[in-house]
């Protein structure tokens, strides 16, 4: 009867220690999915608009800081007016990103005066590349703020 306890105690230890190791590779698995770059998020703030002649020079910082290298993200942008009116649409190369990088890239909306900037909508990304990056995956990692008077969203 001593040897089958034995032999009992050392089948229940067994289990338990197969229990542990797939409650580990478990949760380490959901750790990665969790933490992987496939959803970290692509900040883009509006951070500055100054004048600069006819046009409204843009500052936007991209930060990429948890997400992988993008050899192309090019996003169409409208500025609407105080109003509310849609008043100029550009399409903007924000790329390339480093991997686990922030940058910062500017360029003008020509024919426009800054304090009429009321609002700069996200309205698409036309291109997204690199790993297994697509224009929609990148839209939907895309999160927006504003450091500026005027909004800026998606």
Known sequence: MMQGTRGMMRA??????LAGIALTLTM???????????????????NRLEP???ACRTYMLVDNGRGPALKSLKVDLFAFDTE???QK???VELGPLQEKKTVVRLFDFTGLACPKVGRILLNDVLA???????????LERIETATKTPAAFDR
């Open 128 to 138: 997204c590349e690199g790993g297994d990056a697509s224009r929609e995956t990148c």
């Open 84 to 86: 509310g009116v849609a």
């Open 12 to 17: 229940v230890r067994g289990i338990g220690m």
């Open 52 to 54: 600069a002649g006819e």
């Open 89 to 91: 649409r550009l399409a």
């Open 28 to 46: 380490t698995g959901a750790v990665a999915q969790e933490s992987g770059t496939k959803g970290a998020p692509l900040k883009i703030e509006l």
